[in-house]
């Protein structure tokens, strides 16, 4: 019988979730590392076909993780390559 384990969860339905962890991940890896910009609003709608708001809360949800820190005007980019 299988343990609740033994079974990895589903991603989260939510979109701007998973555009979330997809950025994590590359955060986490090395691939953005820190002191570098996090992709952009736009950037992120356009390869993901979402709503800037939705890419906006990917990337806040980043920021409250404290791997993201914005600059009004400038963009996001990563302070941590690991979450608090």
Do not use: F, W
């Amino acid at each position: 019988m299988a343990t609740p384990d033994d079974v990895s969860a589903p991603p989260d339905p939510r979109r701007y979730r998973q555009m979330a962890s997809d950025i994590r991940a590359l955060i986490v890896s090395g691939k953005i590392a820190p002191g570098a910009p996090a992709p952009t609003i736009s950037e992120l709608s356009a390869s993901y076909h979402a709503a800037r708001q939705t890419c906006a809360k990917a990337l806040q949800l980043l920021v409250a993780e404290g791997l993201l820190i914005r600059y009004p005007g400038a963009g996001y980019y990563v302070i941590s390559n690991s979450p608090r």
